[in-house]
């Protein structure tokens, strides 16, 4: 079972990936619970980028990790890169941590947290913590 769709205008959004979050402007966004594989109420979502006229988008099922600010400038994330090592004739970085560690969550948590708490800017959306097993209220 579908629910109908959500829609904002200009947003920054953060995901996780392997190596922490990710921050991407977007002129356009929306979305909406539905059914996929063993999850009740799954989240579907879409954005267009900025000079683009293909949306992207996906769909977060266990622990999702969605994050959506109204308008563009806000943080970045932090970089998930080390110091660099170099010896003259070439560089070598690493991350902070192994992929999918909980640490980069933990960290872009309490970043995000300061942050707002600073900036004044509006969270339309959070959805990290929101069970995808049950059916959408």
């Not at 996780?16 to 996929?36: L, P, S």
């Not at 769909?59 to 932090?78: A, F, I, R, S």
């Amino acid at each position: 079972m579908e629910t109908e769709k959500t829609t904002y205008g200009k947003v920054t959004i953060y995901m996780e990936g392997a190596f922490g979050y990710t921050k991407t402007e977007a002129k356009g966004f929306e979305h909406w619970r539905t059914e996929y594989a063993q999850y009740k109420s799954a989240i579907r979502f879409r954005y267009l980028e900025p000079r683009k006229r293909k949306w992207k988008g996906g769909t977060m099922t266990n622990k999702p990790t969605l994050v959506v600010l109204e308008g563009w400038g806000h943080m970045d994330p932090d970089d998930p890169m080390t110091e660099e090592r170099a010896d003259g004739i070439f560089t070598v970085k690493s991350t902070r941590y192994a992929c999918f560690d909980s640490r980069y969550a933990e960290e872009f948590g309490l970043k995000l947290a300061a942050y707002m708490g600073t900036s004044g800017a509006t969270v339309l959306e959070d959805f990290r913590g929101v069970s995808t097993h049950c059916a959408a209220a």
